[in-house]
């Protein structure tokens, strides 16, 4: 089950999980912080097995249930388990977004692919490093 973990953003589990979604440079890791502190729209959710942090998921719902996925981590320990795509699975059912919106590296897309995102590319938005739109329109039966 998700929990809201915002407040403790600057705890050493916390932070570490955060670290990892972001690329590793200091003042983007510390911009990010800061952001989750003092944005209230920016939400900060995780996942606990017995007690221990597994991996957080760090996102926005804009007016219209569009969600925004902004930064997702699983604990090394944990990845390929299916703690990611359960962490993206919940959110769907807690928050349940109209879609939801990610963008990501080369290295991550496929696992947005499998879960059933649409992905497009980006092109190089960096020097050598191709980024992608990643996108999934919820499935509301019922008018809902």
């Known amino acids: 089950m998700l929990i809201d973990i915002k407040a403790r953003i600057r705890e050493e589990d916390v932070a570490e999980l955060l670290e990892a979604a972001i690329f590793p440079d200091p003042q983007?890791?510390?911009?990010?912080?800061?952001?989750?502190e003092n944005d209230a729209a920016r939400q900060l959710y995780g996942y606990e097995d017995q007690g221990d942090l597994i991996g957080m998921v760090g996102f926005s719902v804009d007016g219209g249930s569009s969600l925004t996925i902004h930064h997702l981590a699983v604990h090394p320990e944990c990845r390929g388990a299916g703690y990611g795509r359960?962490?993206?699975l919940e959110l769907i059912e807690l928050k349940k977004p109209r879609e939801i919106i990610v963008e990501t590296d080369e290295e991550t897309v496929d696992f947005y692919r499998n879960i059933g995102f649409t992905i497009s590319s980006l092109g190089e938005t960096y020097p050598g490093a191709e980024r992608f739109r990643c996108h999934y329109l919820a499935d509301l039966e019922d008018g809902e």
């Open 86 to 88: 359960g962490l993206v």
């Open 28 to 36: 983007r890791i510390e911009q990010a912080v800061l952001t989750y």
